[in-house]
T-cell receptor, first 110, second 113 residues
Framework: GQQLNQSPQSMFIQEGEDVSMNCTSSSIFNTWLWYKQDPGEGPVLLIALYKAGELTSNGRLTAQFGITRKDSFLNISASIPSDVGIYFCALRPGTYKYIFGTGTRLKVLA | DTGVSQDPRHKITKRGQNVTFRCDPISEHNRLYWYRQTLGQGPEFLTYFQNEAQLEKSRLLSDRFSAERPKGSFSTLEIQRTEQGDSAMYLC???????????FGPGTRLTVT
């Protein structure tokens, strides 16, 4: 079945740095979702990415399709300590079932 | 709009006992999903409801698992004869029919001892 691979698996960054993470599938998809999950909580939807060739923004977050549209990037500018968490990408390969990526764990050093 | 809610947030049970979890989706969302998430993994799809109809069940959902959404509003997930391998976070999500976005509840953390 369809698998989503995220990279990096984990990253430590300094507060104030910009962050970029990637999600790759084996097929082209027209819509990508990006979530953030804090420990012990459910995932929170950050960005829904619909339009290839455009950046979609939500505050300090931006997302965009990769060139092949088999991947997507999430960028965080000027990271702050509350950006700590696990970031998941998600797709809906069929009519209604969603699949999730392997996650990128972000740790911010103050 | 209060978002997706789940109850209880935490459940500790002994192996062999039955447990039931409840999910209240965002009102007017006709699509409801259950997921299971184990430590270090992304959510794994369990089952999907469109209104009151259960349209898909994952092979992860053994015969000990059953889910209902009797009036197309809240949903319950029951696990019978719990096993230690059932220990996980059980997440509920809802989605409106016409949109791609899916919204999660806070989850129920199940620990089977």
């Amino acid at each position: 079945g369809q698998q989503l691979n995220q990279s990096p698996q984990s990253m430590f960054i300094q507060e104030g740095e910009d962050v970029s993470m990637n999600c790759t599938s084996s097929s082209i998809f027209n819509t990508w979702l990006w979530y953030k999950q804090d420990p012990g909580e459910g995932p929170v939807l950050l960005i829904a990415l619909y339009k290839a060739g455009e950046l979609t923004s939500n505050g300090r977050l931006t997302a965009q399709f990769g060139i092949t549209r088999k991947d997507s990037f999430l960028n965080i500018s000027a990271s702050i300590p509350s950006d700590v968490g696990i970031y998941f990408c998600a797709l809906r390969p069929g009519t209604y079932k969603y699949i999730f990526g392997t996650g990128t764990r972000l740790k911010v050093l103050a | 709009d209060t978002g997706v809610s789940q109850d209880p947030r935490h459940k500790i049970t002994k192996r062999g006992q039955n447990v039931t979890f409840r999910c209240d989706p965002i009102s007017e969302h006709n699509r409801l999903y259950w997921y299971r998430q184990t430590l270090g993994q992304g959510p794994e799809f369990l089952t999907y409801f469109q209104n009151e109809a259960q349209l898909e069940k994952s092979r992860l959902l053994s015969d000990r698992f059953s889910a209902e959404r009797p009036k197309g509003s809240f949903s319950t997930l029951e696990i019978q004869r719990t096993e230690q391998g059932d220990s996980a976070m059980y997440l509920c999500a809802s989605s409106p029919r016409t949109a791609y976005e899916q919204y999660f509840g806070p989850g129920t953390r199940l620990t089977v001892t």
